[in-house]
């Protein structure tokens, strides 16, 4: 029997496959190293990772990963298995392999559905999910996501330029006078860019943007979007693995905010999808909610079937199962085909209402806090774009600097810190330890964009290291991931990317920046993303 109770000898890696063959612990072992009490397979796995470190639960599962000098750290959250890899190839590893394509069943997820169902893709698997994300896609491809398109640039440039004025002239309508300050000039960030990118989304969604005086919806969908995101937290949150725990503690358990900004929020996701199918006509496919009517029709997944279908054509025993249960401690409405078309749109709309300008604010605040870096971008933009015209997408190719602050910012405040989780489909292998399938597999994100012999002195702001000699931004050297990899891949990222470009170039072309109080990283909350807490900042016409 060992009694050695050092931490070399208990490591992860003798909890992983203890856990994993189903062998028994070491009885003395497990009681007796305090240390290791989160990797020693008890319950108290999460409760330890929050008594660790309550606020932000990558930076605990990374001082995990530093006490037992491992890679990967075996612990349970509630019931369910999981290891963190904090490893910048082991990573890739999971993103790259198809049998880490699998999401956890989360109730913080479910709770995003009226009847508390999975729906949609970010936290689905299995066939629903690809033929969902492949539905989705394509699709909105064809109304200009993620490529270059048109219409797509001129409603980001639109956009823009409402931006400008606002922040040039002052708030003209009622809703812009909490975004900003008209005496003093100060916006509030990131909230004065819920508007922006979510119209672009909207156009696609529903064939209509609204115009500024019509706005007011959109800053309150962003301000219930960011609350999702603030009040998550990158593990599921206690209500996923005792989801009961809200039936006691609705308030502190956090469901009941969560529940609210998420029905707020498909409220109006839904009067969109309303008002599409009452004047739908299927020679005349407007937009992707039309597409999605269209396809739900010609598959037989009509609207007024009600049931549970998951998609198009799968309807899944297994939902309905969890559905009835669920069903008993929570009297709900009956379901509707929409739902599934809800969710997906939420998927999609969420990010873009409060993930970019969550980002944008992080990168703000590092651009606030380097004026040097500021008036290289400017030089760069002042000589290959001048004062006539704002910034476009096609000057991406010599604006190199700009897009390697881009990629740094992207790299240094890493916007989903412990990624989304992974869950083992099979039983498989991971760096030598056996994972079986049900195993959540959380990606350290925010560990491996730190990790120093990947990025030398990480947390330095320094855009050069994605920039070759020559000047040009090194593909190869930007070994980043910000956006996840493989199957699962972000997939917004190349919208994101487009969006922050223009946005970016287009303020620092237009404005110098000052703010209130000097930002400061410690201070980033931690939910499913990260935020700066809002900030005020004073943009000045050059
Ligand atoms: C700076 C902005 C963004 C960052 C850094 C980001 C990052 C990520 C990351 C890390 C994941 C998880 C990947 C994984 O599971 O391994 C993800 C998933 C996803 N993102 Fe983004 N994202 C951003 C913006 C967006 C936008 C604007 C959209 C849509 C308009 C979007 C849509 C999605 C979707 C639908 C998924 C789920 C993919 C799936 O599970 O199949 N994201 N994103």
């Not at 509630?78 to 190839?89: F, I, K």
């Not at 990573?91 to 109730?107: A, I, N, Y």
Request: glycine content about 6%; aromatic content about 10%; hydrophobic content about 40%.
């Amino acid at each position: 029997m060992a009694t050695d109770v050092s931490p070399q000898n208990c490591g992860p890696a003798l909890h992983l496959r203890n856990l994993y063959n189903n062998e028994p612990f070491n009885a003395t072992l497990r009681r007796r190293c305090l240390k290791c009490r989160a990797a020693s397979g008890s319950q108290t796995s999460y409760p330890f990772l929050l008594a660790l470190n309550y606020n932000h639960l990558h930076r605990a599962a990374a001082k995990l990963t530093q006490l037992y000098n491992s890679k990967l750290v075996g612990l349970y959250l509630g019931p369910l298995p999981a290891v963190v890899v904090n490893d910048h190839d082991t990573v890739r590893q999971v993103l790259q392999c198809s049998e880490f394509d699998g999401r956890p069943d989360l109730f913080l997820a479910r709770l995003r559905d009226e009847q508390y169902a999975r729906r949609g893709i970010f936290f689905t698997d299995g066939d629903s999910w690809r033929e969902q994300r492949k539905f989705f896609l394509k699709t909105l491809h064809e109304y200009g996501f993620g490529r270059r398109n048109e219409t797509v640039e001129q409603d980001l440039q639109t956009g823009l330029t409402e931006l400008i004025a606002l922040l040039k002239d002052g708030p003209k309508h009622e809703h812009e006078r909490a975004i900003v300050d008209g005496s003093t000039g100060y916006a509030v960030c990131p909230q004065m860019f819920f508007a922006l990118f979510s119209n672009v989304l909207l156009r696609m969604l529903t064939a209509t943007r609204l115009e500024r005086e019509d706005q007011a919806v959109l800053f309150e969908v962003g301000k219930c979007s960011l609350a999702f995101h603030r009040q998550g937290d990158d593990y599921g949150l206690a209500l996923s693995y005792i989801p009961w725990i809200r039936l006691l503690l609705p308030g502190f358990s956090r469901y009941r905010l969560l529940r609210e900004v998420n029905q707020k929020a498909n409220g109006v996701i839904r009067s969109l999808v309303e008002k599409c199918e009452q004047t739908y006509n299927e020679d005349d496919i407007r937009c992707f909610i039309d597409a999605y009517i269209r396809e739900m029709r010609q598959t037989g997944s009509k609207p007024t079937s009600g049931g549970y279908a998951f998609g198009f054509e799968c309807k899944r025993k297994r939902e309905k199962r969890v559905i009835v249960r669920l069903k008993i401690a929570n009297p709900i409405p009956l379901p509707s085909a929409d739902d599934q078309l809800i969710i997906g749109c939420a998927d999609f709309l969420v990010p873009a209402f409060s993930a970019i300008p969550a980002k944008l604010g992080l990168i703000l605040e590092r651009l606030v806090a380097h004026a040097s870096v500021v008036e290289k971008m400017y030089t760069e933009i002042d000589r290959h774009v001048g004062q006539s015209r704002l910034p476009l997408l096609d000057d991406r190719t010599h604006l190199l600097y700009c897009e390697a602050v881009l990629r740094e910012a992207l790299r240094i405040d890493t916007l989903v810190p412990s990624g989304i989780p992974h869950v083992a489909t099979t039983d498989t292998e991971l760096a030598g330890f056996q994972i079986p399938k049900g195993t959540l597999v959380i990606n350290g994100l925010d560990y491996i964009n730190h990790q120093e012999e990947v990025f030398p002195e990480p947390y330095t702001f320094r855009p050069e290291r994605f920039l070759s000699e020559e000047g040009n931004v090194s593909h190869d050297q930007d070994r980043s991931v910000p956006f996840g990899a493989g199957k699962r891949v972000c997939a917004g990222e190349t919208f994101a990317r487009n969006a922050l470009f223009l946005t970016i170039t287009t303020l620092v072309q237009q404005f110098t920046f000052t703010v209130e109080h000097s930002p400061d990283p410690e201070q980033h909350l931690t939910g499913v993303i990260r935020t700066a807490a809002d900030f005020k900042i004073k943009f000045t016409a050059r």
